[in-house]
């Protein structure tokens, strides 16, 4: 079968590996597609040891969408269409979906409706996970609300605080084309990052008392320290994005004088790393949520190395970008 493989820093190249064989109880997928996530970059463009390269087969990608070509499972059906997520959870770097064939597990599946668009509901993956953080903040309403980061997960996060009824969201990138997208999804307020000291026009926008809830969906260090100067005294601070680096320089002592609430979140390392996910496929099939105007590009399985040169260079105002198998 083909399948991507990381042959160094932004070195991605198709190559043809055995189809994977099962254990007791997992599912054989036959992808249909799959799609780029920002935390694939950490495999894509991070320089790991020499020694460590290529990484292994099938990575970077953690987001299919597929049929159950074999099941070892009488919960799962043979020619069901699944979002399956990886049957190793937090696998070594190399690890991955990236494949025409992937193997998952009954319990790390989220079936889909008939007649589904694969393209569509593969979004439910990444929404699903910002839905299970917001559900941990509880009560946003009126609240000003600071999205440091305008991807996926940033603009995921701003439709949603939205939608819940926070007061005002303000979305900070730098790049403008993401922060219209921030506009047309509830944002009240955007900073282009590059252009305005964010700082600075988030204490104009409070007063000087900054944000009740400031969501940090970067991962880059200059964000994850920026947030001690945009939080209120006794805010509350939404950690979702991953660094790249393994270790990075914080500014401890200057987030602990706000005295803020932290909550940090990886939904995969969850008691139920499927529910929001399920939840979110169950939104959308019902039409109360819109997940479709996330994606912005689709290319055959066999550009996924260009593929991931666009999203890694923020080409053509690419947003997410899907990948036909």
Partial sequence: MKAMQVFG????????????TLLEDQLLIKSEVLSVCGSDMRTFRYAFPEEDYPLLPCAPCHECVGIV???????????????ALSAQPGGKPGTGMGAEYAVSSPDRVILLPDGADPAMYIMCQPVGTVLYAVRRLGNVLGQTVVVLGQGVIGLSFTKLLSQMGAGRVIAIDHHDYRLAKSMEQGATHVINSNTQDPIAAVKELTGGLGADLVVEAAGQEETINMIKDLVKLYGTVSLFGLPEEPMIEFDYVGLMRRQVTI??????????????????????????????????HRLPFEEAPRAYEMYESYQEEIIKVVLTV
């Fill in 263 to 296: 909550i940090a979140n990886v939904s995969s390392s969850s008691d139920d790393p499927t529910g929001c996910i399920k939840d979110t496929v169950a939104m959308v099939e019902q039409g109360t949520l819109d997940v479709s105007w996330l994606v912005t």
């Fill in 69 to 83: 070509e074999v099941s070892n499972s009488p919960d799962i059906q043979v020619g069901q269409r699944v979002i």
């Fill in 9 to 20: 820093p932004k070195h991605l190249r198709m190559v043809d590996v055995p189809t994977p």
